[in-house]
Structure formats: C-alpha cells, structure tokens
C-alpha cells in the first residue's frame, strides 16, 4: 500500500485559447523516482509553477499527502514540503553559499523572523547548513558569493537550498541544465543520494538519465499528458517516438 | 448653475487634454522601455522656454513655435538617451529614478539661471485669445483649441499604430520586446524614435501649458507628479488610459479647486493612492 | 555518500560570527563623531543635524539597501516623528526623551498602518505611492495650519532639560551629545537587526525576490515588519530635529527631504550600515559650506552629483572603496 505524496486532480490553465495545462492528474507516491519529459514548450515548467502555487490553475485540485493544498500560497506548500528548484539558477548572487542555505534552514525552521537575536548565536541552523553544503561538495567555496562560484556549483546549490527545507517532495527543474556532460556526473550523484522516502519529480531532457535515475516517466505535449509509464513502455512507445522523431533526445 | 458646471466641466476636461499631452510619452516609454525617466517635464520645459524665446526673442507667432518646441525637445531626448540612458537599461529602478532626478535638479537649475525664477509672460496671438459666448453657457478658445489639438493629436497616433509599419513594430515591441527582436525588428531604433515622439509631444506640451499653468524653473517638479499619476493610474504603454486618466485628473482637479479650494491636492493624492493600491498595474491597463 | 571529513573541524558558526564582529574601523568611526567637541566647537549645532540625517539615512537604507524596496517618499515618517515629537512638546509635555520615544512609537505605528499597502505593490506603483503618500500627508499637515503651523512652521516647541540638568543650550553642547547618543543607540539597534537572521531573510528579498516563497519565507510580513522598524527610526530622527531645533516646518514632509535622504544614501552606499551616514556627513557638511551658495546653483550641483554618481559610482562611496580594496587585494595574490 504505497502512500500518495503529491496528487492533483484535473488541473487546467488556459492563457486565452493557449492550452498551457490540459486535464493534469498525476499521482507521486512516496519515495517515487518519475521523470517529467516531453518537448519544449510542453507545459512542464508550467506544471510545476501550479504545483508550487507560484501560477494559479483555472481549475482542478492538489493534494499534498492528507491536505488539499489548493488554496494555499507557495510559501505554506514548501512549509509544508513541497519545494522545488528552479532550471534557470534562481540564486542570491552576493551571499555565500553558508548564507543561502543557512537562510533556508532558519526559515524551515520558524527562526528567520527574529530581528532581536544576532544570527551567529543559531549554531544548529549553520552546522545543519554546512553540513548540507559538505554533502553536495560545496564546503570548500561556502564562504565566497554565490555569483563567484561555476556554473555546476551554482546548480548543486540550487539543490542543497531546496534540499535545506527538509522537502518531501521535491521538484527538480531540470537540475543539470547548462552543465555540459564531463561535469554533471557529481550533480547526478547527489540527486541519486537524495533520500529515498523523499519523492522526486524531475524534468530532464537526456534520456540516458532519464532511463538511470526514473522509474516512472510521464510524458507532456502542449500542455496535456500524452502517456505515462516504466522506461521501457515509454521507449517502446510509438506516439512517443514521434514526439521525439524518433531518436529519443529532446 | 449649469452653465457654472459646464463651464467647470469644460476648463477640466482642456486642462486633461493638457495633461495628455505631456503625459502620454511617458507611459508609453515607461510601458516600453521600462525605464523610469523621472525627467519628462524637464522635455516639456525645453518645448516650453524654446517657444517662449522664440516668441519674445525674435517675434515668431505662437502656432509656429509649437512644432520647433516639439522637434527641440525630440532630439534633446535623443541626445539624453545616447549618452546617459542607455547606460542603465538594465539597471533597478532605484538607479533609474535617481539618474532622471538628477537631470530634473540640473534643468531646474540651469532654467533658473537663463530665464529667472518668474513666471515667463506670454501674449497668446488674438485668435486664440477671448470665449465663444453659446446661449448661457461660453467657452474660452484657447482651451478649445487645446482639446481640439489633443483630439488630432490623439486621432495620428492612433491611426499610426493601428496602420503604419512603424506603428506595428511599436505595437510589437511593447507586446514582447523579445520576440520582436527575435524577428528581427530593429528594437533600439523603435525604442528611440518612439522616446522621441513621446517627448517631443512633452516639449509640446510644454508650450501648449505656458498660458494655462504658467512656465517657471520648477515646472519640470510641480507638474511631474500629474503625469506620473497619468501614466501609474492609467496604465503603462496605454493610450486610451492616458487618454481617460488625464481628462478624469483635469476634472477633479479644476472641480476641487473651485468647490473645496482649501483642500488643495488632498483629494487628487487620496485618489491615486487609492487607485493604485486597487489596480497597480493601472486602472485602464489591458490585463 | 560519504561528507567531506576536514582536519580541522570547519566551523561555520565561526564564519558568520566574524561577519558581524566589530571591525576597528568602526570603532575609530564611532570615537570620531567625539572629535567635535574639542576640533570644532562652534559647529555642534550643524553636527547635530548631521547625526539626524544620518540616523535618517540609516532609516532609509534598511528599506532600500537591505531589502530592495525603491522608496521616494521617506520623509513622510520623518515628518510624522518631528510633528509628533513638536506637538507633545508644544502643548505642555516638554520632557525630551519620553517625548522622543513617544514620537516614535508613533511613527512606528504610523509605518505599521500603512505597510498594509505597501507589501501588495511593487515597482512602479510602489514608487508612486511612496511620492504620493509623502504629498499626502504634507497636504495635511498644511491645511490644518491651525494645529501645525502651516507655512510658518510650527513653533512654541519648548523643551525641558534632560533628566532635568541639561538645558539645551544655544551653542549646541546638550543638543549633540543627545542626538549623538540617539543615533548611536539607534545605530545599535539596526545593526542588531541587520546581522539578525531577519536581516539575513531581508538581504535574500533583495538578492532575489522570487527564490523567498520557494524557501518558506512568508514575504509580506517580513516587510511589514521592515516598514515598522525603517518608519521607527526615521520619526526618531525626525522628533530629535524637532527637538533640537524646537521647531518644525513643513518642508520636513518634502518631496526634496525624501529626495536627499535618498542621495545621501546612495552616494555613502546602500546595504553597507555605514553609507548612509558617511553620505550624510558628507552632503551635509558640503551643504554647510556651500549655503552662501545661490539655492538653484545648490540643486545644480546637486543634479550634477547624482548623475556623476549613479553612472560612475552605482555603489557609492563605501562601494567603490570596497571594488578599489578588492582588486588591489587581489592584484597582490
């Protein structure tokens, strides 16, 4: 009997006559692994900017394990663990690595808010902070400003923030976006880490990953799902092809 | 009484025809380019003291300073937009206002210096001058004849965006600035002959206002409040908006002014506070 | 995944602790605001006014350097902290600080009632409202000229020495020491709220507004909170002008005093707690010695410094001390 974290039900959104989210039902159980693919232009990140609330459905309903989520504003879904991250790096550019993430751990925990307390006296907040920063390799450049950091750095720390909110389920928007090939084998080891009653939904475009890391992937055409299913009924599948011409790369 | 409320009504509605004039390049740029350009009425102080000169200095009739004052304040914007401007495209908001304030100071400094800080007296030609008396009700034609000029001026641009190629590249890049350049439209040389169209209408404007609100050094700062209330309540980038926010702020201005003259712009502020809290993206704005 | 195992324990309490450590300069700073009473003791009345305006500035910068909001109409707190603090005064309650507290608290009130507003509108609409706000509210101080003076300013503000000692002199003596003192306390404070971890969400809203609700920040009460503290501070500074001066006039809710603040600001250097008062210190004093100066030449250069400032100095002062360190730092490695 495996637990649904994140369900929704029907969910639309039209800008005009623009189809951007057609009929969406989709159901996460817990500690799934399902990959998010189809062309550009498909809706995928439209989804998740429904999911997450930072895009208001038409209609439809989202159900975050027991909660009916629906109504609530993004800021209370990640309370409640749904976090995503963001394919273009949506990032602080002049705080450090240890400060984003310290950031993100203060606010997860109800702390942020306090104005009377210097923040260096939240020892736990930082150690937590830094020791999610060491898991993802970035303890060695945690000091310095975030714009000063790689490309691929930057994208592990699109992780670690999202991963500092304790998600339980978590969102990745492409994660390894712009990251050529040589390089994003240590970002996909850290999403293979991530725990494993943390449920996943990832969009990628490389299928080679895709067919690694998913084992469900469901598949999006203008704004509606074509066909979901295992890796090896979505490879097998003539309508998928098709979108793809055929040779599987998007 | 009626005839008091028409008259009123009438004197509102050629003060927004007025308004309309310095303000609609200001909201369509701002919707454009994005760029906060504070110094909008230092443009409409250009059209406006160039014609004045013209008219005191060397003797030309009114009508014929009206187009110089436009095409002076133009390539003045021009002129401004090359060498600082352009800088700060893509700079905050912050910076932006900022850097226009800075120029507004300058042009109030420097208006001061060569034309004094009084008022600049100006003799409107006769034919402008003096009311058309209809029944009970009479109307001043100089004010006609500013909503007249605001109505051409309204139909050209309307009709030029609606059916000239420049007007639908216009309408293009203030769509989807990307797109239009991803289709290869010459996005920078439509941001700047449409800056200049728009303030060379403030420069217009400028000498359209020196009889009705006076032309002095602190022009630029008394009458840019108007104007941004134009452009914020209105709606970025809208003519129609513009269009209706600058006739309904004429009216309540000159209605106020006559019926609680003591509250003075007490109620236009309240009024833009209030409406832009419940429509910031303007009150006319398309979505 | 094993994490990564260093010799020496890393510390990352350490590393945000010796962010908000006190740095020598600082100190040097601080014992310098002493150096008027020996250097220039006839200029204590312009140095209190430099300590408003500084503490003004600080106000502001909590709003624009640390959490990114634009704002063109801050004298509107200002104004309403220096009424305040003038009308208690003026009708019989002369006690300096009760009086100073009670202003702020006032202002902070004020702030809080209309941060309702603030935090749903952003950009350009928000600018409009903090410039119409300000007009607002210095149309109503003007047309109730009965209870505040109106053109002529409000006067008759009498106040009683501090703790009952200290009168305030005309040579300033008593006026700077307390309006040093309030900015420093003042300094104190928003210091404290900047290395916070509030300060730390409010950086964040800055660097970038859309990452805060996909971190859990509940965006529009953090900024309520930040309207309170920033209208807090700028009514203080504006009750201590009252004060000190015992009197009050409408230019105090000017689109101009919203503009300078807002220059002294930038040119010190927004997000850096000290540029805002070097930016006042310096305007101030350039000011003083310019005041012979026609006042249309003044908002010349005053122009001119702006443009010069914003296209070549975005940072300001302290920013491109801090760009000029950096690239020596690192032409030396």
Redesign the interface.
Known sequence: MTEIALSTSGLNKNFGSLVVAGDISISLPRGARYALIGPNGAGKTTLINLMTGMLAPDSGKIVLGNDDITAVPPDGRVKRGLVRTFQINTLFPNLSPLEAVTLAVCERRGEAGVWWKSLPSYKEAADEAYAVLSTLRLGDVCERPTKQLAYGQQRLLEIAIALASKPKVLLLDEPAAGVPKEESGELFAAVADIASDISVLFIEHDMEVVFRFASRIIVMVSGRILVEGTPDEISSNEKVREVYLGSGHG | MIARFVSLLFDGFAYGMLLFVLSVGLSVT?GMMNF?NLAHGSFAMVGGYLAITLMNRAGWPFLATLPVAFVAAAVFSVVLERV?YR??YR?????Q???T??????????A??VFG?NQQPVQLPDYLRGRIVLGDFSFGVYRLFLIVAALVITALMVLGLEFTRFGAQVRACVDNQRMARGLGLNVDFVFMMTFALGSGLAGLGGALAIEPMGLD?NFA?KYL?YM??V??VGG?ASIRGAFFTAGLLGVIDIFSKYYVP?????IL??V??GL??WR??GVFARR | MNAQTTSAAFNPQEVLRAQVRWRALEIVFWVATLAPFVLTPNYLVLCSQIAIAALFALSLDLLVGYSGIVSLGHAVFFGVGAYSAGLIAKNGWGEPISGLILASVIAAAFGYFISFIMVRISHFALIMVTVGLCLLVGEIANNFHDITGGDDGLQGVKMWPIFGMYKFDIFGRTAYVYALIATFLSFLAVRRVVNSPFGLSLRGMRENQRRMPAIGAPMKKRLQVVYVISACFAGLAGALSAQTTQFVALDALSFQRSAEVLVMLILGGAGRLYGGLIGAAIFMVARDQLADMNPQYWYFWLGLLLVIVIIFLPNGILGGLAALIDRLRSRRS
């Open positions: 701002l906060v600082l800088r700060l700079a905050t908001d912050l910076d206002s900022l850097l304030i800075g120029i507004v100071f300058m042009s109030i400094a420097i001061a210096y800080t050094p700062l409040v941004l209330i452009v914020a970025l003591w509250i003075g712009g007490f502020y309240l833009m506070v832009l809290v910031p993206n």
